[in-house]
């Protein structure tokens, strides 16, 4: 399944569901929770482990957010590598 996450607000609900395999993508104001100090870092450290999670490198751009201050173990992808993870996975799921 990939996950796309837009909001902040969405980001526990989004963990609390994701198994094994799948890709998150965290879009829009959702990458504010992917900052290395966070109150997420020892989840999404673990989640990444077994889910492909990354966020857009234009959003992080956007927010201000340098590479080097995400949480261990997410990756940046440019909107290439979007639209390859949509055509991979048969089922999406967007977090509004």
């Given at each position: 399944m990939l996950h796309?996450?837009?909001q902040s607000s969405e980001?526990?609900?989004v963990l609390e569901r994701i198994e094994a395999?799948?890709?998150?993508?965290f879009l829009g104001s959702s990458i504010l929770r992917l900052v290395g100090r966070g109150g997420l870092a020892k989840v999404l450290t673990q989640s990444a482990?077994?889910?492909y999670l990354c966020a857009l490198s234009d959003d992080l751009s956007l927010f201000g957010i340098d590479?080097?201050?995400?949480?261990?173990g997410i990756r940046v992808i440019e909107y290439?590598?979007?639209?390859?993870?949509?055509?991979?996975?048969?089922q999406s799921l967007s977090w509004c």
């Open positions: 796309l996450i837009f980001v526990d609900a395999g799948d890709a998150v993508v482990k077994s889910c590479r080097g201050d995400l949480i261990d290439v590598e979007w639209v390859e993870l949509a055509a991979t996975h048969k």
